[in-house]
């Protein structure tokens, strides 16, 4: 078996759907976190317990959307990665072999492609010496 673009492709369809999700997830929690500073306008001052519980409710939503966005940027980071692998394999109309797995993890998560040889051991059936 081995990995070819159309693969890829419906991984980074899988992705990119997924990181989708992630993004409404991300619009409404912004909304949320916004929502008690609007409400703190209206509270008067005497009310200052209603303020912290306000303003602790919105420390919590901001840490919640930081942590939503970190999965969002891990979630789309990998499907452009698989967008760049799928160009590339297509461009070349080849397959990557999928035996020696490392080479697949390697090529799949390293952020520039054209690196690809330094990163598996492999070499992916190459003739350039290894560095």
């Not at 303020?51 to 420390?59: C, G, K, M, R, V």
């Not at 990557?96 to 051991?121: D, E, K, N, Y």
């Amino acid at each position: 078996m081995s990995l070819t673009s159309a693969n890829l492709v419906g991984y980074l369809r899988a992705e990119f759907s997924k990181s989708a999700k992630y993004r409404l997830r991300l619009f409404i929690l912004q909304l949320a976190a916004a929502m008690p500073a609007a409400i703190a306008v209206l509270i008067l001052d005497h009310n200052g317990n209603v303020l912290y519980a306000l303003a602790f409710l919105s420390i919590a939503l901001l840490a919640l959307w930081w942590f939503v966005n970190a999965q969002y940027t891990r979630i789309r980071g990998a499907g452009q990665a698989a967008l760049r692998g799928a160009l590339l394999l297509g461009s070349l109309n080849e397959t990557l072999p999928q035996s020696p797995s490392h080479c697949a993890i390697g090529f799949l998560s390293h952020p520039t492609l054209g690196s690809m040889g330094r990163v598996c051991s492999c070499r992916l059936g190459t003739k350039v010496p290894k560095g």
